[in-house]
Each structure stands twice: as C-alpha cells, then as structure tokens.
C-alpha cells in the first residue's frame, strides 16, 4: 500500500512560468513533510520541508503548500528554470522518535528554455 | 566536508555472488539508512540504525544485511545476490539530537549495481 503518492510521473513546463508538483498521502500519522530534488547519477537533496501545524512555507522560489484536510501537498516553483530540471520527491515522516522516511515514486520536471 | 561516502559507485555481480557495499558519513549522525531505487517505484527503504549497535528492518530487507559497529559506517552485504537486486542503492543520514528535530537526510551520490 503505497502511503505517498506522487500520480504525475512527468511535468514539462516553459522557463519563466510556474511549476507544481503534487503530492497526495494516506497515513493520517504523518507530521512533517519533505520535498527533494535529485539529479542523474546523484543522490537525492534537500530542497525544503512543511510541518503539519503550518499550512504554507517559502524559501526564495520555492514555496510548499499543505492541505492536511485533502491530504495533499504541492510544491510551487515560481520562476521555472532549466536549472530546476531533475526528478522531485515527495516524502513524509511520522513525528516522535520516528526518524523513517517514506518516499513517493517521483516526478520528472523539464523546464524547456 | 565529505558528508555521506559511497563506494563502489558501480558494481557488476553474477547471481549469487556476495558483497558488501560501503557507506561512510564523517558528520557525526546517529542515523543512517540505506535505500534503493527502482525505475517507477521511487526510494524503498531497505534497513535502518539509530546509532551503532542498532540496527532495524525496512520496507523491503529479504536479501539484505547490515551491522553499525561504529557512528560513520553502515555497510549494506548481499549475502547471495538476485537479478531482483538490480537497483540503485542510496546510503543517508541525519542527526537525531533533539535540539534539531526536523534535520532533513543527507544522502550519497549512491551505489548502481547490477546482478546478472
């Protein structure tokens, strides 16, 4: 049973306009929520995170939205760059002394200069 | 600051050969995991340690072992290695200390092996 869900394998959008990625979970449990950025024959990398008492966070133009009613998360990128191409994942952690990750199965953006 | 070192990066085995792929982190983390990455199936965890000595299973640990006999290192052996254990392996960590409760994991660069 996959508990996070990430259903568009691929994304392609202009440089300049936004990006967003979307994220769905099952598992009322989670608490914390994580988005990473991994490029080809590199290890994935932190990107940015959301706790589940706030409903928003930025940094710079990124920005990471919950929804904890809907169960959903989106990550925004506003500008797209080319730079930003790469595979983005998902992943969500249960709070306490749980430091386990679990991950969606990733979405491939490709920003077209 | 190496942060999270995997070694080999590539590895070609025939079925049922064993070995041992490395992982070492000199940021003092007490956790450390290891994963696997699969075309359309994202990053499975495959075994975990909260600090050495510790070790817990997974996702998915059938054909896995580890040990963490010290804070930097936590070796992933494939004791008799399957065409199924094709996959990209990702070591990573983080620190556990309380006064950073939401420390994000750092991950290597990875291990791509390939049983024949």
């Known amino acids: 049973d996959q508990q996070v869900k990430q259903n568009s394998p691929s994304l392609s959008v202009q440089e300049g306009r936004i990006s967003i990625l979307n994220c769905d979970y099952t598992?009322?449990?989670?608490?914390?929520f994580l988005w990473y950025k991994k490029y080809p024959a590199e290890g994935p990398t932190f990107l940015i995170s959301i706790s589940s008492i706030k409903d928003k966070n930025e940094d710079g133009r990124f920005t990471v939205f919950l929804n904890k009613s809907a169960k959903h998360l989106s990550l925004h990128i506003v500008p797209s760059q080319p730079g930003d191409s790469a595979v983005y994942f998902c992943?969500?952690?249960?709070?306490?002394?749980?430091?386990?990750?679990?991950f969606g199965k990733g979405t491939l953006l490709t920003v077209n200069p | 600051n190496a942060g999270v070192t995997q070694t080999p990066k590539f590895q070609v085995l025939k079925t049922g050969q064993s070995m041992t792929l490395q992982c070492a982190q000199d940021m003092n983390h007490e956790y450390m995991s290891w994963y696997r990455q699969d075309p359309g199936m994202g990053l499975r965890l495959i075994h975990y340690?909260?600090?050495?000595?510790?070790?817990d299973q997974g996702e998915v640990p059938n054909g896995y072992n580890v040990s963490r006999s010290t804070t930097e290192d936590f070796p992933l052996r494939l004791l008799s290695a399957a065409p199924s254990q094709t996959s990209v392996y990702f070591c990573?960590?983080?620190?556990?200390?309380?006064?950073?409760?939401?420390?994000?994991?750092?991950f290597g660069n990875g291990t791509r092996l390939t049983v024949t």
């Open positions: 992943a969500a952690r249960i709070g306490g002394s749980n430091y386990k990750l679990t």
């Open positions: 340690s909260v600090g050495a000595g510790i070790t």
């Open positions: 598992n009322s449990m989670f608490d914390y």
């Open positions: 990573a960590s983080r620190t556990t200390r309380p006064s950073r409760p939401n420390s994000p994991l750092h």
